[in-house]
């Protein structure tokens, strides 16, 4: 298994962190230039069992999926996996961990994959865009919640 993972400490507070998303469908475009749609599709934002879907580019390609929310802890932890049983093989979960930490918090996602040896020798480039990605989204998480 592979974990993605960047943090990031953002002076907020985890409620902001929370707000920015439970109003992920507003904020989602703002929150990184390849993101294309979020959408909630089934249940309440940020319960466990909704499900949202999202259209982002990552490797220059378009990706689409269904996502459902299957641990949350406010202000604390947001954890969801792809819907799609094949995808989530390979793609277990991903989560969003916020800590309180004085007057900041320390944003931090991970990525769970279990590619397999064939795909880490194969997509080594997109492998590493993703990393790119994923501290690209905390960078820009810190700088729209710091001007707010």
């Known amino acids: 298994m592979i974990i993605l993972e960047d943090s990031i400490e953002i002076k907020t507070t985890p409620e902001k962190i929370w707000g920015f998303f ?6 989602y475009k703002a929150w990184h230039p390849d993101h294309v749609t979020f959408c909630w599709v089934k ?3 940020l319960e466990e069992g909704t499900i949202g ?11 689409k999926a269904k996502v459902v929310y299957t641990k949350i802890v406010p202000n604390k932890e947001i954890e969801f ?4 049983p094949i995808w989530r093989l390979f ?17 931090t996602a991970r990525t769970y994959l279990r590619p ?19 501290k690209e989204e905390g960078e820009n998480l810190k700088k729209l919640l710091e001007e707010n």
């Open 22 to 27: 439970v109003h992920i469908d507003e904020n």
């Open 43 to 45: 249940g309440r934002p």
């Open 53 to 63: 879907y999202f259209e982002e580019y990552l490797h220059g390609e378009m990706h």
């Open 81 to 84: 996996n792809i819907t799609h």
């Open 91 to 107: 793609y277990p979960k991903s989560t969003f961990i916020i800590d309180k930490k004085g007057d900041t918090c320390v944003f």
């Open 116 to 134: 397999g040896w064939l795909f880490t020798k194969l997509a080594k480039d997109q492998l590493e865009e993703s990393i790119t990605h994923v």
